[in-house]
């Protein structure tokens, strides 16, 4: 059986991703030594071919340990010398045959054809082309007191243009001889032929792999543009472009279409941040999981999607502003990309930079400058979904007519298209709530403080203790901004309802940042985020916000580890709750659980409670594990009497969502109503039992 190896390191920046798997197939036929290959480069004069056969010989001799013969009927020592250099080999790599012993694994050792009469003494291009392989052999074969160096590659760069008649049956008999008694002997052959149009293809039935080097000129400008294309691959599928080719860098470099192979090319992939930024209503999100499209339509509205993106933690960011020369720049690098060189170059270098940074998000300005040519309109959308498919966010900002081909294939476009995924809140009675609570009524500095009504809600013990607390929550509505928030917070304790966004004028407010944090998972709080980045420089409130929302919807890492830092610096216990649920969603959950001991211990806060919280945050559905570990520690607290009633009622609520999510619905029914016998203003208790077309039940449980 064929064994092969795939030779990844071919000298031409990007030419294994032709093949498929990567890498140039070297296949062990049997009896040679090492994977062999044999391999046409066709092409028009000054086309590239002998700079790339030159490229595939090196690679191969160096990966065996040995050395490439150049042969040629044209090229010197000298002209190979510069080749080299084109290839970024080091001096001292070329040496006329046969050279000397101890060279370097890839030397390339050059001999002249002219040196060995054969052109000159045979008439004919067949003869020529026959004496050529006779002479090769001769130049293999050892003599006496000789020193023959280990060749592992040979260039033939010696086959010209075919006659008229010539007897291709010949030629190709006496060629595949050749290659076959070559790769006995562990050798491979790059065969450098000059191509005419309607010329014979003789050579291409012969070898494993022909390469065809083109000149195409540029549908709008008429340019010629260099091009490769893979024509046949015996031992590996292939890309067959063809593939723009030119310099990368001063080098050579092909830039094959990346969307025709990043889903199997593990190692071109970026680690995706998550992200998500809300769409029509509370509950609709664009979730950026993997990567994705998304637009920015600076014809409809301002740059808050910019705004709001990249200042997501983790989110470094590849900028690239198109035009006849592409600027694309990273932390750590800037450089240019000519229009000539197609959209596959440009997406190879917003993917290089782009892994070199460790970026995630990339934004691209003024793309319709490059769309409205006519070479680039169907490829440009391929690089944008291999960018998407390899892990990055990729924002377009632009004209919304300019885009229109990019929407199709877009997760979001401001002001247009949305792909939205429905979010189903768990809508919890957190504990989170009652810490961000008892820290605000604390700061409250007005007469009519909320700290002694959240003291008496929090330790009421029967429900007309609770009814009689009605009427000093309604009222309790100060002009000062934490008072208002304090307030606001302590209706939602006492079982009302409270939306950040109900009201007119709601997102202007400015108290309603710190309410948004303080109620914790209230999602419609991302609405207000994101639609606070008016400019680049939004209230820190928000900004903290947003951090909050990537952590715990987006279960964004960095995200996590930022409002972690936040809450050290600034002890804001507002944002508690989400810094706990962010480590916890994040795979942290030993950490949110000691942060959450060690708060509760500095609050005085009583044990129960510290096991409350720890219990809530395993509510996540999707996670069985979690989940049934939740049900256990909630339904444990639900038989401790002496648990306020309060919070016993917002237990009951609790478990009986965890039921629900757990597909137990009439467990969940009994939960929801235990929840609202416990505290009758409990408004999630009534919604939840209305909605499973079940009556309330009004007595009181037993104590």
């Known amino acids: 059986m064929n064994t092969t190896f795939r030779l990844r390191d071919l000298g031409i920046s990007h030419l294994d991703y032709v093949f498929n798997p990567a890498g140039l197939p070297l296949v062990n036929k049997g009896d040679n030594k090492g994977g062999t290959t044999s391999v046409l480069v066709r092409g028009s004069a000054g086309s590239g071919k002998t700079t790339l056969a030159l490229a595939l010989a090196h690679s191969i001799a160096k990966h065996h340990g040995g050395v490439v013969l150049c042969l040629s009927t044209e090229f010197s020592a000298a002209e190979v010398v510069f080749k080299a250099q084109v290839l970024g080999l080091q001096d001292g790599t070329v040496f006329a045959w046969p050279g000397k012993e101890d060279l370097p694994a890839g030397t390339i050792l050059v001999q002249s054809l002219s040196v060995l009469d054969v052109a000159d003494k045979i008439d004919g291009s067949v003869s020529r082309k026959i004496a050529t392989f ?126 025709s192979f990043i889903d199997s090319t593990p190692e071109l992939k970026i680690q995706p941040l998550p992200m998500v930024v809300p769409c029509h209503s509370p509950d609709d999100w664009t979730f950026f999981s993997s990567g994705g499209i998304a637009l920015s339509q600076y014809d409809r509205t301002n740059l808050q999607l910019h705004w709001a993106l990249s200042v997501i933690p983790g989110a470094t960011l590849v900028h690239a502003e198109c035009g006849p020369m592409s600027v694309v720049t990273s932390s750590k690098l800037s450089t240019s990309v000519p229009d000539s060189e197609g959209p596959s170059s440009l997406g190879w270098t917003i993917l290089r930079l782009a892994k070199d940074a460790d970026a995630k998000l990339c934004i691209i300005g003024n793309l319709e400058a490059l769309t409205n040519r006519q070479s680039w309109q169907v490829p440009v959308t391929h690089m944008l979904e291999a960018l998407a498919r390899a892990g990055l966010v990729v924002m377009v900002h632009g004209d919304s007519t300019q885009l229109a081909a990019i929407a199709p294939i877009s997760k979001f476009a401001s002001g247009g298209k949305m792909n939205a995924q429905r979010w189903l809140p768990i809508y919890c009675r957190d ?48 002009p000062d901004a934490e008072d208002w928030v304090a307030w606001q917070l302590i209706r939602d304790l006492s079982g009302e309802t409270v939306k950040v966004d109900s009201g007119p004028g709601w997102d202007a407010r400015p108290t309603a940042p710190g309410l948004a944090l303080s109620l914790g998972n209230a999602w419609p709080a991302a609405h207000l985020a994101f639609n606070g980045f008016k400019n680049e420089n939004p209230d820190p409130n928000l900004k903290v916000l947003w951090s909050c929302v990537q952590a715990v919807v987006a279960q964004n890492p960095h995200a996590a580890d930022s409002i972690a830092r936040h809450f050290e610096v600034e002890h804001d216990l507002r944002i508690f709750g989400s810094v706990c649920r962010g480590l916890a969603l994040t795979g942290r959950m030993a950490e949110a659980d000691e942060r959450i001991r060690q708060l509760v211990t500095q609050l005085s806060m009583p044990d129960w409670f510290r096991e409350r919280f720890q219990a809530e945050l395993r509510i996540v559905p999707g996670n069985n594990e979690l989940m049934l570990e939740a049900k256990e520690r909630i339904g444990n607290l639900a038989l401790m009497p002496e648990i306020p009633l309060i919070h016993r009622a917002e237990i009951q609520f609790n478990l009986g969502v965890v039921q629900g999510l757990l597909q137990e619905p009439a467990e969940a029914a009994s939960r929801y109503q235990a929840a609202f016998q416990l505290n009758p203003d409990l408004a999630c208790a009534k919604e939840k039992i209305a909605s499973l077309h079940v009556p309330l039940q009004s007595e009181r449980p037993n104590p």
């Open 134 to 259: 006779d002479a090769l052999h001769g130049l293999l074969e050892p003599k006496e007191g000789s020193y023959i160096p280990p060749v592992r590659a040979i260039v033939l760069d010696a086959l010209a243009l075919p006659d008229t008649g010539d007897e291709e049956g010949i030629l190709r008999e006496r060629l595949l001889e050749m290659i076959q008694a070559l790769e006995h002997r562990g050798i491979s052959t790059i065969v450098v032929e000059e191509a005419a149009p309607g010329a014979s293809e003789w050579a291409a039935f012969v070898v494993d792999i022909v390469i065809e080097l083109l000149l195409v000129p540029d549908p709008d400008t008429g340019e010629l543009n260099r091009k490769l294309a893979c024509r046949k691959c015996r031992y590996a599928f292939s890309i067959p472009g063809p593939h723009n080719y030119g310099l990368d860098g001063l080098r050579p470099a092909v830039w094959p279409n990346i969307l």
């Open 431 to 478: 504990a989170e709530r009652w810490i961000a609570a008892f820290h605000l009524c604390r700061r409250t500095k007005s007469p009519d403080s909320p700290l002694a009504a959240f003291t008496q809600l929090w330790n009421a013990q029967s429900v007309e203790a609770l009814a009689a607390l009605k009427p000093i929550v309604l009222a309790g509505r100060q």
